[in-house]
């Protein structure tokens, strides 16, 4: 089923207007299918991605995995992406004191990622990743944050929770996300500590939004149009910097005959006189407060302190949401007295200005403020392509490239057996912390290498957050090591913790160096012993 031109194909849940979709699609990934239920989101979906056969509107509560894999004739398929409703999560919604209390803990969107597992449940994909907002770490005191891992590791993931900072990946935004990334037991190899920006992407250092927005025609409030010429002019002093790349290489500029989407919504004539009381980079309490600049706004002014803010060129604009369908007050120009334009939304999180919203307004706001940005998408997908490129080569026997699959200290350091990991790890396990700092390195690889043989189901980055629930789970019997207590959100086993720390703290410090810490070699030899040759790893992969 595989095309052989593509990295593999996925699969998008909850997919709205397609920003997951279209990054993993410059990742070289082939979509087989998309679902939101939607109307509006499904609409742009399609419009953008004609290719994709099945952009389906369903609700995801109702339509089953097994209905879905009949409509797409297969149940192969290498990744599924997803981004369950963030906003029974989300920390803005808490804030602006609209959704607390009982409402926000019994929103039932916070279950949808339950149907997000199920999908992995039907199809093991080799891979799957999954988007949230960082609240999702602290709702009802992490419980969601430790079920999305621990029901994914049930599932037979390897699953690593990850904070993904847009900026840092070429978009001009101050966007923080939650991703989750669970990947298939008998798939080996683990994510590189960070995800790297796409290879398309400008940073130098970073995109500012004036770099993303200056080029385009200058607008009143209630001024443009669904459907414009570009000001060539206005782009051709938009010079220097990244603003060349950005616009060219992200936003393909030269793809899009005519500009779409830059439509600025009205604003009330009280509105309208604010905003020209804030400066550039400014919120209407900084107005307030350095220069006793005085608003018309009815709103309480200590609560409401950033309601109006004017983005700043220079810098990374405020996060894009889909409140935005709602008002723009956080939203305005940098320069021009109106609140960004669903065009300049759209650019602030890289969707390409050849990508169409034949949507209302509203609509526009809101499905592109709920995307992932496409360049954050695709970054991962670059990551995933990466990873799964090692783990067929490793398959096909060709790994020394990708992975130093046969370093020849390491390989004197694999254990051979359980019963040789278990005394290794029996070397170390008991230590104190102090005693863990002092041990020589070899040894302490040596422990590091077993524990990754024995528990191929962890990833090195869940020894850093483990919540603090631990459940009794199957142990390996060892007659001094008590392994049968794990933490319920790492799936670490509780008496390995210092071990983990003690690792962490020598990876941070490059005294053991990426590949060590990410030692495949071990993770790949303690799956091959704890499965049965009717499950070989090998064949497992080369079937797929
Ligand atoms: C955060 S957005 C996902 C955005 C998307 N990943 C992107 O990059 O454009 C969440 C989406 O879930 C959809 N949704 C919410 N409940 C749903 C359900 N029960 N079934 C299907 N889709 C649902 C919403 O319509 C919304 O488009």
């Known amino acids: 089923m595989k095309a052989s031109a593509t990295k593999g194909t996925f699969i998008d849940l909850f997919c709205g207007c397609g920003g997951f979709s279209l990054g993993m699609k410059n990742a070289e990934f082939e979509c ?33 995995p ?3 894999e009949k409509l797409i004739g297969t149940r192969e398929v290498d990744v599924i992406v997803g981004g369950p409703p963030c906003q029974g999560f989300s920390r803005a919604r808490q804030r602006d004191g609209a ?33 949230n907002v960082l609240g999702i770490r602290s709702a009802s005191g992490g419980e969601y944050f430790t079920r999305v891992q621990a029901e994914g590791r049930k599932l037979g993931y390897r699953v690593v929770a990850r904070e993904e900072h847009a900026a840092k990946l070429g978009v001009p935004q101050n966007r923080k996300r939650q991703l989750f990334i669970g990947i298939r037991l008998d ?18 250092p ?19 149009a669904q459907e414009m010429d570009y000001d060539l002019s206005q782009r051709a002093q938009h010079t220097g910097g990244n603003n060349h790349h950005f616009i060219h290489r992200i936003l393909e500029v030269s793809r899009a005959n005519k500009l779409t989407a830059h439509d600025s919504r009205p604003h009330s004539a009280r509105d309208l006189r604010d905003f020209a009381k804030i400066r550039e980079g400014e919120n209407c309490k900084h107005a307030m407060l350095k220069r006793g600049a005085e608003f018309e706004f009815p709103y309480n002014k200590e609560t409401f302190k950033d309601r109006y803010t004017r983005q700043h060129r220079d810098r990374q604009c405020s996060t894009i949401v889909a409140h935005m369908s709602k008002d723009g007050l956080m939203f305005i120009h940098p320069t021009q007295n109106r609140s960004l334009t669903p065009r300049e939304a759209a650019r602030v999180q890289t969707f390409p200005d050849w990508f169409q919203f034949p949507i209302a307004r509203t609509h526009q706001f809101r499905v592109i403020g709920n995307a992932v940005p496409p360049l954050v998408a695709e970054a991962v997908g670059e990551a995933v392509a990466q990873l799964l490129e090692s783990a067929a080569s490793i398959a096909h026997g060709s790994s020394a490239k990708v992975i130093p699959f046969k370093s020849a200290t390491r390989s004197s350091s694999i254990p051979s057996s359980q019963e040789e990991a278990l005394a290794w790890l029996a070397t170390i396990a008991l230590l104190t912390r102090q005693q863990l700092r002092k041990t020589d390195a070899t040894i302490f690889l040596r422990g590091w290498y077993a524990l990754l043989y024995l528990y191929p189901d962890l990833h090195p980055e869940n020894a850093t957050d ?59 030899a303690g799956f091959a012993a704890s499965h049965s040759s009717k499950h070989n790893l090998l064949r497992v992969l080369l079937a797929s």
């Not at 798939?187 to 130098?204: H, S």
């Not at 970073?206 to 443009?224: F, H, K, Q, S, Y």
């Not at 799936?491 to 005294?511: I, Q, T």
């Open 32 to 64: 087989l299918a998309a679902l939101d239920f939607n109307h509006e989101a499904i609409k742009v979906f399609k419009a953008n991605f004609p290719e994709v056969t099945h952009a389906l509107e369903k609700d995801l509560t109702q339509f089953t």
């Open 66 to 68: 097994s209905e879905l």
């Open 99 to 131: 959704n607390h209390g009982p409402r926000m803990i019994e929103d039932p969107r916070r279950q949808l990622f339950q149907r997000f597992l199920a999908f992995i449940e039907h199809f093991k994909p080799k891979v799957f990743v999954m988007e």
């Open 187 to 204: 798939v080996p190899g683990y994510l590189a500590n960070e995800l790297k920006p796409a290879k398309r992407a400008v940073l130098r």
């Open 206 to 224: 970073t995109v500012t939004l004036g770099e993303a927005i200056m080029d385009l025609p200058v607008l009143a409030a209630a001024d443009g």
């Open 466 to 524: 483990h919540g603090e629930t631990k459940e009794n789970s199957a142990a390996h019997p060892h007659h001094q090591l008590d392994l049968s207590q794990r933490y319920i959100r790492s799936g670490w086993p509780v008496m390995l913790e210092l071990l983990g720390r003690e690792a962490w703290h020598r990876y941070d410090a490059s005294l053991i160096s990426d590949d060590d810490f990410y030692c495949v070699e071990a993770q790949l």
